[in-house]
């Protein structure tokens, strides 16, 4: 959820963590879509949004818990082809600015895609992806 300390968006995110908690997800997904042009699916769980703009989540995704999204960050379907479907992203994920994640592929638990990559295939638990297409980060010190 963005929460982010000084934020102006922050009572707003107040009253989001209430409807959220309040067992009202697709009220919540509403109301997210019309104050902040946002798209999310029905949260079972807060995200934290850093900055709070260009977000969009296919409403099918499943989001586990303390995810975090930068703006422009896409989670969507795909229509064709091999992995057709929607993404399913484990819990404490972190997905940086315009990233785009698509298709029936899993980010594991604690994984994290970095700024800018483009992800169609599965991401394990606790590794990070970057490019397009998005490839596990090798430091050269390995
Ligand atoms: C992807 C990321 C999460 C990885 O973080 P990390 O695990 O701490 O790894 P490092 O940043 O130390 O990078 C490790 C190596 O990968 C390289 N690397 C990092 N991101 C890369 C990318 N997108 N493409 C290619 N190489 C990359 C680094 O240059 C470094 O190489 P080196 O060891 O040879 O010098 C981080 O680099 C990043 O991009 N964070 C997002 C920051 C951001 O978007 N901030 C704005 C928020 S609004």
């Given at each position: 959820?963005?929460?982010?300390?000084?934020?102006?968006?922050?009572?707003?995110?107040?009253?989001?963590?209430?409807?959220?908690?309040?067992?009202?997800?697709?009220?919540?997904?509403?109301?997210?879509?019309?104050?902040?042009?946002?798209?999310?699916?029905?949260?079972?769980h807060p995200v934290r949004?850093?900055?709070?703009?260009?977000?969009?989540?296919?409403?099918?995704?499943?989001l586990g818990k303390n995810v975090t999204l930068?703006?422009?960050?896409?989670?969507?379907?795909?229509?064709?082809?091999?992995?057709?479907?929607?993404?399913?992203i484990g819990d404490d994920v972190v997905i940086?600015?315009?990233?785009?994640?698509?298709?029936?592929?899993?980010?594991?638990?604690?994984?994290?895609?970095?700024?800018?990559?483009?992800?169609?295939?599965?991401?394990?638990?606790?590794?990070?992806?970057?490019?397009?297409?998005?490839?596990?980060?090798?430091?050269?010190?390995?």
């Amino acid at each position: 959820m963005a929460h982010v300390s000084g934020d102006p968006l922050s009572k707003l995110n107040r009253l989001i963590v209430w409807l959220c908690m309040a067992r009202r997800p697709r009220f919540f997904a509403k109301a997210v879509q019309l104050v902040f042009h946002i798209e999310l699916p029905p949260l079972l769980h807060p995200v934290r949004m850093a900055h709070p703009y260009c977000i969009v989540v296919n409403p099918a995704v499943q989001l586990g818990k303390n995810v975090t999204l930068f703006q422009g960050v896409t989670i969507g379907g795909k229509r064709t082809g091999r992995r057709a479907g929607v993404p399913t992203i484990g819990d404490d994920v972190v997905i940086y600015a315009n990233a785009v994640v698509v298709g029936a592929i899993t980010i594991g638990a604690g994984a994290q895609v970095g700024p800018g990559a483009v992800v169609y295939e599965d991401v394990p638990p606790g590794c990070t992806v970057v490019g397009n297409p998005a490839r596990p980060l090798v430091s050269k010190g390995d």
